[in-house]
Structure formats: structure tokens, C-alpha cells
């Protein structure tokens, strides 16, 4: 059985991550969509609330496992038997923070593999930090996320917009 890991924030989930989803799991027999935190960033949303807006918006995939890790993703690869490593690649900078993550989990685990997805074009310029400042400034965010999960963003962020 091939297994992938694509592991992300999504904080909070974006069009062009669940491109990625969609796209990666027809590549493996089981696609593992873990949340791990990033310790330069503080989360907006637990990591309940994005296992829940994740699993929310791929009932219609099939082979995918939604969970969380504290631990580095190449260890949870490692532990659940899991041989590639999914990452998107929207710019430069991008490139940039994707090349020395992969050095780094190829000097942990050789067994790993990095495979890179290029985002459509209409979701190379979306993150999920730009998401975050359009709902704070009222802007419609419908073309960038999930449907299914628009009142949870706003919802979450109507305390600053009241401010």
C-alpha cells in the first residue's frame, strides 16, 4: 500500500490545500492530512477546530486520514509506515523554506521521499495569513475557501472585527 503524509497549519484551510488534497490522493492508496503546528506561528484555530473544518470538506475523498502531530512529521512518517512526504510550492519563498525542510527531513529519514504539487493557477497567491486579513477587513473571502467552512473563519474572527 503507497502512503502519503501531507502535513500543513491550515489555519486556516485554504482552496489551494484542498487542491493539493484532492490532487495527492489520487496518487496514493491512503493520504494522511496532519496538522502540525509551526512554532513561528500562533494558531487562530485549535487543532480540533481545523481536524474538523478538514475532515468538513473531503467527505468526498475517500482515502484520507485526518489527525494531528506534536512531533516532526518525518517521525510520524516514519512510525505509520508512510514513504512520501506531500508539499505545495506556490512562489520563491516558498521554494526557498520547502528546500531546507526537505534537507532536513532527508538528513533524519532517507526513506522519506518529498514530492512537490504545484498549485492551479487561480491558488498560487492564496495563503492562509491573507485569508485572515481579508475577513478582518470584510472582504469576501468565498473565492479562497471551502463554502463549507466560511462561517467558522468569520465567525471565529467577528471578535476583531468588532474591535
Partial sequence: MKKAVYPGTFDPLTIGHLDIIKRA??????????VADNYKKVPTFTTEERIDMIKRVT????????TSTTD?????AHKHDITIMVRGLRNIQDYENEYALYQFNRNLNRNIETVILFPSSRN???????????IVHHADISPYVPKEIIADLQNKLKPKLDE
Fill in 25 to 34: 490522493s489520487r496518487l496514493v492508496d491512503e493520504l494522511h492530512v496532519v
Fill in 59 to 66: 467527505t468526498d475523498v475517500p482515502n484520507i486520514i485526518v
Fill in 72 to 76: 516532526l512529521v518525518v517521525r510520524y
Fill in 124 to 134: 498560487h497567491f492564496v495563503s492562509s495569513s491573507a485569508i485572515k486579513e481579508l
